[in-house]
């Protein structure tokens, strides 16, 4: 089992930058998809990026040349570096960590952080 434990949002001007880190009290083998989900008030949970055991990166459209994904598997450890934020990536921000072969049995989350974009 996997445990997620997200760094704080925060508040940030838009135009800012923001990096949330997600550490995993266990190992994250190379069969663990790692990836950054957000919720917004109202809206459903949707995958911003995703990041697979080969380097492979998946982005959002909404985010594309703004964010990048990275991770440290020796430090059981996945990154969202966020530039040029905008107001519409305020939400609430889950960290996901899914296993490839049992997705639906080995799915984990972190708590959720808040990162609100304003003036």
């Known amino acids: 089992q996997v445990h997620l434990v997200e760094s704080r949002g925060g508040l940030v001007q838009p135009g800012g930058s923001l990096r949330l880190s997600c550490a995993a009290s266990?190992?994250?083998?190379?069969?663990?998809?790692m990836g950054w989900y957000r919720q917004a008030p109202g809206n459903q949970r949707e995958l911003v990026a995703d990041i697979s055991n080969l380097g492979t990166t998946h982005y959002a459209d909404s985010v594309k040349g703004r964010f990048t994904i990275s991770r440290d598997d020796a430090a059981n450890t996945v990154y969202l570096q966020m530039n040029s934020l905008e107001p519409e990536d305020t939400a609430v921000y889950y960290c996901?960590?899914?296993?490839?072969?049992?997705?639906?049995?080995?799915?984990?989350w972190g708590q959720g952080t808040q990162v609100t974009v304003s003036s």
């Open positions: 266990g190992s994250i083998f190379s069969i663990y998809i």
């Open positions: 996901n960590a899914r296993n490839l072969i049992t997705p639906t049995r080995d799915n984990y």
